[in-house]
């Protein structure tokens, strides 16, 4: 079970000021998947759309990132044939990189490596998108390595190994939460006595603060949230969905969360007075918010058959609606803020939908693309009356295997008019403009 590897956040300052033609981290400028270019084709020329280039690279489950005229994605490379089942851990050896692409031709421009023991399960490679700042990229691999790299020329200006600086190991299915940039820190889920969450200098990579404990990291990135007249760092961790002061660490309120085997995976969904989290095990958590401090409790929790439980796909809320795949592989929408199940539809995946059915979801202007662990791009439109398909064109093959089936789960980047997305063999730049 892989999950949130490209599994957002809403709200929070991290490059605001992005271009609109940029896809500076995961889920776009805004972290909300929100493709706000223009001039974006509407349906497929025949024969599919012109691919412009093809870089091959290895195994991953990371996106690219894509701003000031690069394309940086990371991969994992490894001479060990070892089969690892789900839920199993086994150790074996290899090499992560980092690669810095031109965004015009594809061209390798630069490439950190590093040797890296991986034991967790899923291994093919990292799963965390890299983040893009100024002329700083950041990347997180799957065993806790942490890196800032110049942009430009790939020198390392630090790096940190946090497993071993903060005395914790990497969940099962490694590490996945992305790291989040917030003025001039960058705030990571970590793991570790006191450490869940930990906020570093930017640009020096020393520690401002660190803050809660959990039974493990879990999987879900770090999200900020405007409410009560204050900014608030929002935790989900296995045990706990927790609010902490983002300058500080300091904690404002936290309330109870089971999650099954750890996989706390979605950023949580903000609507109004409200917050919703679900995942793995038909989990669901409607949190209200008061308005007057920063606290919560639970409005409704674990209702079956109730609203979405989402593996490894991040939902998208439009108005009172959110999209999403459920972790039964269906395409639903929820109506917000009761949960109530407006529609379900098997149809972007297969009649019969798989478990943990993975279709990616990005809003342009009034439709919406998915791209499928099959690598099919469809553009759609997605309303509370249903789901209506405008067109659909196979992309990239799935290079990965998840539950005897042929999969490809890594979240495409869309900037410049154009896709960029990756198997475990290549990254291919697909032009998309009218």
């Not at 991969?75 to 089969?83: F, G, I, L």
């Not at 074996?92 to 980092?98: A, D, K, L, M, S």
């Not at 006191?194 to 930017?202: C, L, N, Q, Y």
């Not at 999987?219 to 902490?244: C, F, K, N």
């Amino acid at each position: 079970m892989k999950f949130a590897f490209g599994v957002v956040i809403l709200g929070t300052v991290t490059s605001a000021t992005a271009l609109a033609d940029s896809w500076p981290h995961w889920m776009g400028p805004q972290r909300d998947n929100v493709w706000r270019e223009e001039g974006i084709l509407d349906k497929f020329p025949e024969g599919g759309p012109t691919v412009l280039w093809r870089t091959k690279i290895d195994g991953g489950y990371s996106g690219p990132a894509v701003d000031q005229g690069k394309v940086v994605i990371t991969d994992y490379v490894t001479a060990d044939n070892v089969k690892v089942a789900n839920f199993e851990r086994k150790e074996f050896t290899g090499v992560e990189r980092i690669h810095c692409l031109d965004e015009q031709t594809g061209k390798i421009q630069w490439t950190h490596e590093y040797p890296v023991k991986y034991a967790i399960s899923y291994p093919s490679g990292p799963r965390c998108t890299p983040v893009i700042e100024e002329n700083l990229v950041f990347t997180l691999g799957a065993e806790g390595n942490l890196f800032c790299f110049n942009l430009t020329n790939g020198e390392v200006v630090w790096s940190k190994d946090l497993k071993t600086e903060y005395n914790t190991k990497a969940a099962l299915w490694g590490y996945a939460a992305h790291p989040l940039i917030d003025g001039n820190k960058l705030i990571c889920t970590v793991g570790g006595e006191g450490t869940h969450a930990v906020a570093f200098d930017k640009k020096t990579g020393k520690e401002l603060w660190r803050s809660l404990t959990a039974p493990e990291q879990g999987y879900s990135p770090p999200t900020i949230i405007d409410y009560a007249g204050v900014r608030q760092l929002i935790l989900p961790r296995p045990d706990a969905i927790s609010s902490v002061n983002p300058d500080t660490g300091e904690e404002y309120w936290s309330v109870p969360y089971e999650a099954s085997n750890g996989s706390i995976i979605m950023s949580p969904i903000h609507f109004g007075e409200y917050l919703y989290i679900g995942g793995y095990s038909n989990k669901n958590l409607m949190l209200k918010l008061d308005s007057q401090k920063p606290s919560a409790e639970a409005m409704w929790q674990d209702e079956a058959k109730h609203a979405i439980s989402p593996v490894n796909v991040q939902p998208i809320r439009d108005g009172n609606t959110m999209y999403g795949f459920d972790q039964n592989g269906a395409l639903m929408a929820i109506d917000l803020p009761s949960g109530d199940r407006l529609w379900q539809t098997s149809e972007p995946l297969a009649d019969r939908p798989p478990g943990s059915g993975t279709a990616f979801i990005v809003r342009q202007a009034d439709r919406y693309w998915l791209f499928t662990e099959n690598g099919d791009l469809i553009i759609c439109k997605l309303s509370r009356e249903g789901y209506q398909e405008l067109d659909r064109t196979h992309v990239i093959e799935p290079s990965n295997v998840a539950f005897g089936r042929d999969v490809v789960w890594s979240m495409p980047a869309f900037a410049n008019q154009r896709a960029y997305i990756r198997n475990d063999n290549e990254i291919i730049c697909v032009q998309l403009a009218q």
